[in-house]
């Protein structure tokens, strides 16, 4: 049998993972990572919306060419526990774009966890994150930027906000950026915070209800994280998506 | 109307309102005059339902029924509107789209059929017209980015896609030049004078009341009305100051 190294607790990527439903996946799919090559000058898409029953592990590895273009666009929805990491390894003026939005109550926990390798020059990413949590639920992000010696010119962005409905709920962010070369740009910033009560009473006064209020904020509070999205429907489904538990909120 | 009686209102326990009383008729406007202090944005806000004040005695009755008892929302489809002397940015949501779910919102309240998208649109224009507002302020994000006198214009056009029975507008007057302040006044006139509507006019300054001519005019002290007239009491204040009139 090969050996499959399971997480602990110590290693700060798993830090704030649920260890209550992580021992219940098998050992093998900590192991089962989905590689994606994109050749050089190419551009690819990817849209993922997680919002079956079941938790669920993504762990993608995306080695990005010579000026190729990635996108990665994630709703992460669904089970008790829902996690997705991604490894990004930049060749040379390569660019990776990420957004990502967590979003839950009861008592799940979400992360993103990513790992952006800007190994050769001239690459660029750009990451937006946004957390909307209600009840005892936990959203999670870790954001770590390497940039190596050779790496000039390198632009790293990373904003992540947290929206927390209730008392309860939690968002831990933590950006990691380790950088070695000394011409590069690399921008980072974390806020959080509640609905403004001033937008909803103004919202009120106008005629919408509570409901509508809160959802017309929440979507576009999160909007932010799909905005990098080109083709409109596409952003509007996962905008959808991602509200689509929200009726569960109180 | 609006019928005030007795009203007490305070706010982190401090009282703000002490037995605050008016009668708004239908077809018209007053105007509530006062120094910083007075209670006149508590009073808009009150009337408004904005959360933080205590009613601690008095009622409010509007078209029949107790305003205090409805939630802001049930205020707005009932017929009131607030305009407001700080309107609130919305990052992220266009005016469009929010007058569309705010107007379907009301319609929807009094068991009205929603607008569709291009009914809309051309109400939007036909009220964006009448405040001289460009269709494409409409398609940003409501307030934000607008100059003082942008957002207090957005207000008056939002009242006009609105359509309320009785306007309360708190200082919708600051902030604007006095080119602005015309379009405005005749906007408010445009919008609201009617035999079935009425407007409380919420203001420092005799200038707005050149253009929008109140009925009755009040001087706000010390949380109460202390003195009711007609329009020459605004002129009046202007002239002479509060302290010596409101004493």
Redesign the interface.
């Known amino acids: 049998m090969s050996a499959v190294t399971l997480p602990t607790r110590k290693e700060e990527e798993w830090r704030y993972a649920d260890f209550g439903v992580l021992e219940a996946f098998a050992p093998e799919s900590f192991a089962q990572w989905k590689h994606v090559e994109l050749a050089a000058g190419e551009t690819r898409r990817k849209c993922m919306v997680l919002g079956g029953a079941e938790p669920e592990l993504h762990r993608i590895r995306i080695t990005l060419g010579e000026g190729a273009r990635g996108e990665l666009f994630v709703v992460n929805n669904g089970g008790d526990y829902t996690r997705v990491e991604v490894v990004v390894h930049m060749a040379k003026g390569a660019h990776f774009e990420f957004g990502g939005v967590t979003i839950g109550g009861g008592d799940v926990t979400r992360e993103f966890v990513t790992r952006i390798d800007h190994a050769e020059p001239g690459a660029t990413s750009h990451q937006v994150v946004r957390a909307v949590h209600w009840g005892r639920a936990t959203g999670n992000f870790l954001g770590r930027i390497d940039v190596v010696r050779d790496a000039q010119k390198t632009d790293a962005a990373q904003d992540f906000r947290g929206l927390l409905l209730e008392k309860g709920a939690t968002v831990n962010a933590k950006p990691e950026l380790e950088i070695y070369a000394d011409d590069v740009k690399c921008a980072h910033g974390a806020a959080i915070g509640q609905l403004?009560?001033?937008?909803r009473?103004?919202?009120?006064?106008?005629?919408?209800?509570?409901d509508?209020?809160r959802k017309?904020?929440i979507?576009?509070?999160i909007?932010?994280a799909f905005a990098a999205v080109e083709d409109e429907g596409e952003q509007e489904q996962l905008l959808d998506a991602a509200l689509g538990t929200l009726a569960e909120a109180v | 109307m609006l019928k005030i009686e007795n009203l007490h209102a305070e706010i982190d326990g401090k009282k703000i309102l002490n037995g605050l009383s008016l009668e708004v008729g239908a077809g018209k406007v007053h105007a509530i005059m006062g120094p910083n202090g007075a209670g006149k944005s508590t009073l808009a806000y009150v009337l408004g339902g904005r959360p933080g004040y205590e009613i601690t005695e008095g009622s409010a009755t509007f078209a029949g029924q107790d305003l205090l008892e409805l939630e802001p929302h049930e205020r707005a489809a009932a017929g009131l509107f607030l305009g407001f002397q700080y309107p609130v940015e919305i990052p992220g949501v266009s005016n469009v789209q929010f007058l569309r779910e705010a107007l379907n919102s009301q319609r929807k309240a009094r068991g009205e059929e929603p607008l569709s998208g291009g009914e809309f649109l051309k109400l939007a224009k036909e009220k964006a017209g009448l405040l001289r507002m460009d269709m494409e302020m409409l398609k940003r994000n409501v307030n934000v980015g607008f100059s003082g006198g942008e957002k207090k214009r957005a207000e008056m056009v939002q009242m006009g896609i609105l359509d309320p029975k009785f306007a309360v507008l708190d200082e919708t007057d600051s902030g604007l030049d006095i080119d602005a302040l015309k379009i405005v006044g005749e906007g408010i006139n445009a919008i609201m004078r009617a035999p079935d509507k009425a407007v409380l006019l919420i203001t420092h300054y005799q200038r707005l009341l050149d253009y929008v001519k109140p009925d009755v005019v009040h001087v706000l002290a010390k949380g109460r009305i202390v003195k009711t007239g007609g329009p020459e009491l605004a002129l009046e204040l202007e002239r002479e100051g509060y302290e010596a009139v409101a004493a």
Do not use: K, N
């Not at chain 1, 403004?196 to 937008?199: K, L, N």
């Open positions: 403004d009560e001033q937008a009473f103004y919202m009120a006064a106008r005629g919408l209800s509570p509508v209020a017309l904020l979507r576009a509070f909007a932010d």
